[in-house]
Each structure stands twice: as C-alpha cells, then as structure tokens.
C-alpha cells in the first residue's frame, strides 16, 4: 500500500495557474476554489475512467498551454473557455492525450481509481500493424445484424 508515499519535491500543479501543493487534493480544492473548476466533481458526474482522467487532465494541459502561448487572456478567462467545452464536447477523450503535456505531471501520478470504472478502451490494446481488417469485417456480429436487416425500422 503506497496510500501514504509522497516524494519529497512532487508539486501538484493547478491546471490554470501557476499555483502548486504538495498534495492533489489541495490542488482540487484550490481549482474549486480560485478557477470554479471541481474536477473530482467532474470525474464523478461524468463517470470517468482512470483512462479518460489522464486524458482529460493531458487535453486540459495543453489547452491551458496554447491559449496562454496567445498571452492575451487572464487565467480565469482561460479556464472559462475550457470548462465550459469539457461537458459538451468530445475532444478531450481522444488517443492523443494518452501522453502526458508535461513531463513528470504529479497530478497523473497522484490519479485514483476509487470507483473501478472502465470502458472497452481500457481493458485491451489492439496493434495496428498485422490487423486483416477485411476479415474483422466479414467476421463482425454488427455486419450481420445490418445485413440482415436487424435495425430497419
């Protein structure tokens, strides 16, 4: 049980501003509280994944990134922008924010999986190199539904 193991000089970043802790629930409450984002909130709303956290919190990241490259936004107009697309768009649960924006992010680190959720993504990896899809598609049970006319209405 490693519950209790902080490395000494791990900070957790705050998503919209410089500000750092020791510890990531000092970090969500201080998002909550400064940038009106409740991330465990969130998570819990929007049932998340271990899988779809990290990826969250990478396309989160790199949104915060590119938006403070244009520099002409404050970082509550920022987050604003942001929390408002994460509920109705799609874009953050995509392969790509796998891997990480920043390099040694705490917050992924510190990530729990309380509630055991998962999705199909996360319980395999297929490779695609060697994949006959031809024959994954002749093979399909989906195939033989819309081929034999299961959802015509």
């Known amino acids: ?8 000089g791990q900070q957790a ?8 802790f020791d510890q990531s629930d000092k970090v969500y409450e201080h998002m909550t ?3 009106d984002f409740d991330f465990v909130q969130m998570r819990q709303e929007m049932q998340m994944s271990f899988y779809q956290q990290v990826k969250m919190i990478n396309y989160i990241r790199r949104q915060v990134h590119l938006r403070n ?3 002409e936004r404050t970082a509550d107009e920022v987050a604003t922008i ?13 392969p790509q924010y796998y891997f990480p924006t920043y390099e040694n992010d705490s917050l992924l680190c510190q990530l729990e999986d309380k509630d055991g959720l998962f999705e199909p993504e996360d319980t395999f990896v297929i ?7 031809r ?9 033989d539904l819309v081929v034999g006319g ?3 209405s």
């Open 1 to 8: 049980d490693w519950s209790g193991w902080n490395e000494e």
């Open 13 to 20: 970043v705050c998503f919209f501003c410089d500000a750092s």
């Open 33 to 35: 509280m400064a940038h």
């Open 69 to 71: 490259k244009e520099g």
């Open 82 to 94: 942001i929390i408002d697309n994460l509920r109705t768009s799609t874009k953050w649960n995509q």
């Open 127 to 133: 490779g695609e190199d060697g994949i006959d899809c």
């Open 135 to 143: 024959a994954i598609i002749n093979h399909s049970v989906l195939t």
């Open 150 to 152: 299961y959802f015509d």
